[in-house]
């Protein structure tokens, strides 16, 4: 089975300063993981992907995580917050082995941007 | 950009009646799935689709619940007889190979 713990349900940062959203994954087999953002009364995007090539993966709009199998983390970061940012990130894990799995969502960050 | 669309955006409905959940996937894609977002609650997996069979199911998705694909384009989600608690958000995703997954806009379903 696997699982996913975000923590922190909101994140408040200013504007211009580094975002960082955390994710602690559980899986038994090598995973896949992916942030989501969601915003309002919109559908999920997916913003990176993680599938076993280089543990720093770039995705859209500035943001970055890096994959860490011993502390079993997958953080998102930016490093110049943007009101636009303002919106609720999902982490999500896959496990590589089954291409029909569905993913397995952490509970999710709201992120709030202060001017 | 090819995108996942979803119809309707929004669907109420009387507890007991049938729903179908429309989706038209990516058209090269070859895995689908339905998820479900209760309102403040996480994104829930119920059920993937490929080569025309159900691959995998959640414990959620129980007999209520049936997905098809009735043509070369569309995906549906029927849930036969509605209580309130399947009032939720219903996402479409669809995949090429599997794994990366392509959301459509969703479904706000609402049992009165």
């Known amino acids: 089975a696997q699982s996913v713990t975000q923590l922190g349900s909101h994140v408040s940062v200013s504007e211009g300063a580094l975002v960082l959203l955390r994710c602690n994954y559980s899986?038994?087999?090598?995973?896949?993981l992916f942030w989501y953002v969601q915003y309002p009364n919109q559908g999920l995007q997916l913003l990176l992907k993680?599938?076993?090539?280089?543990?720093l993966v770039k995705g859209i709009n500035g943001f970055e995580a890096e994959f860490k199998k011993s502390e079993t983390s997958f953080h998102l970061t930016k490093p110049s917050a943007h009101m636009s940012d303002a919106a609720e990130y999902f982490c999500?894990?896959?496990?590589?082995?089954?291409?029909?799995?569905?993913?397995?969502f952490g509970k999710g960050t709201h992120l709030i941007i202060q001017p | 950009e090819p995108e996942v669309t979803q119809t309707p955006s929004h669907q109420v409905t009387q507890m007991g009646q049938e729903v179908i959940l429309r989706c038209v996937p990516i058209?090269?894609?070859?895995?689908f799935y339905w998820y479900r977002q209760i309102l403040g609650q996480k994104v829930e997996f119920l059920v993937s689709?490929?080569?025309?069979?159900?691959?995998?199911k959640s414990e959620i998705f129980d007999d209520q619940f049936s997905v098809e694909r009735p043509d070369g384009s569309n995906f549906t989600l029927k849930i036969r007889s509605t209580k309130l608690e399947d009032s939720a958000m219903y996402f479409c995703?669809?995949?090429?190979?599997?794994?990366?997954?392509?959301f459509g806009p969703g479904t706000r379903l609402t049992v009165t």
């Open positions: 995703a669809s995949s090429e190979r599997g794994h990366e997954q392509y």
């Open positions: 899986s038994s087999v090598p995973p896949y």
């Open positions: 993680y599938t076993s090539a280089a543990t």
């Open positions: 999500a894990v896959i496990h590589s082995g089954g291409g029909a799995d569905g993913l397995t």
């Open positions: 058209s090269n894609h070859l895995y």
């Open positions: 689709f490929y080569n025309n069979e159900i691959s995998e």
